[in-house]
């Protein structure tokens, strides 16, 4: 049944998961993290971005990160994920709504994360062309259990609001 209000607010939810390995870059945020183990991916598996990705693209629902930038197109080999949250962005101005807000989570074992955050945080706000204030990042670690837990990979969530241009 259609609605004579329209819905000017949007939420979305993203998730990323990788394999952990030698001889990858750790890249998350778009920042380097240093570490002996990196995101093993089609692009530069970056699941900070890719969650976000999933998010925004989610929330204007335009379907998700793999439908747009498929791991199966040569075009997206080692490309840099700030590339696609750039071109996700793009697709829901092209909707018609703004990113308000973002609070994402990343869980990996090791290396601790809490120094890289404010980097991070600056790089998405500056992407999205949001406030800073308006990017929450959050780090755990797996504790021991699952993939995570044991070191072999890194997981990422996103929750994102939209607003109506």
């Known amino acids: 049944m259609a609605s004579n209000h329209p819905i000017n607010f949007r939420t ?6 990788h394999q952990l390995v030698k001889g990858r870059k750790l890249i998350l945020g778009g920042i380097h993290i ?16 890719h969650a976000i990705c999933d998010a925004i693209l989610g929330a204007a629902n335009l379907r998700d990160i793999g439908y747009h930038f498929p791991d199966t197109s040569s075009d997206f ?12 962005r793009s697709l829901v ?49 797996g504790e021991g259990v699952g993939p995570v837990g044991r070191g072999e990979a890194i997981q990422a969530y996103c929750s994102a609001l939209l607003y109506k241009k």
Do not use: W
């Open 77 to 88: 080999k080692n490309i840099d994920s700030a590339i696609l949250l750039k071109k996700s």
């Open 12 to 17: 979305g939810f993203g998730v990323d998961r």
């Open 93 to 141: 101005l092209e909707k018609g709504y703004l990113v308000g807000n973002i609070d994402c989570t990343v869980f990996l074992e090791q290396p601790k994360l809490s120094g890289y955050i404010p980097e991070m945080s600056v790089k998405i706000a500056e992407i999205l062309e949001i406030d800073h204030d308006a990017v929450s990042i959050k780090a755990t670690r």
């Open 34 to 49: 240093e570490s002996e183990l990196g995101a093993l991916g089609h692009s530069d598996a970056d699941v900070l971005f």
